[in-house]
Nanobody, 124 residues
């Protein structure tokens, strides 16, 4: 089991920026997809963005405001968020999966390895 650890969350003002980091304990070849998800209280977990075979995939609300990236060793994945809004508040999770080309990379149910999350709070 690859351990994932998120960091970089915290408090921010609306319009500000945050960069989240996710470190994997090892480089294991049991995954080809790394994703970022979020969950607000009382809401379902939803995808923010994912990287699959060096392709960046974004949920509609994240396009233009969010950038996902990974390091060369593919042991870390980052989420840069700009123009933050109060509705971006929630717990942000990093997750990994081994997915096929036709599988929905933004579907949380397909991910089988999750970090514990980092809290993001955006105030207006």
């Amino acid at each position: 089991q690859v351990l994932l650890e998120e960091s970089g969350g915290g408090a921010a003002q609306a319009g500000g920026s945050l960069t989240l980091s996710c470190e994997a304990s090892t480089r294991r070849f049991t995954r080809n997809t790394m994703g970022w998800f979020r969950q607000a209280p009382g809401k379902e977990r939803e995808a923010v963005a994912a990287i699959y075979a060096d392709e960046d995939i974004y949920n509609e609300f994240a396009k233009g405001r969010v950038t996902i990236s990974q390091n060369g060793a593919k042991t870390s994945v980052y989420l840069q968020m700009n123009s933050l809004k109060p509705e971006d508040s929630g717990m942000y999770y990093c997750a990994t999966a081994y997915l096929g080309p036709k599988q929905d990379k933004l579907l949380p149910q397909l991910y089988n390895n999750w970090g514990r999350g980092t809290q993001v709070t955006v105030s207006s």
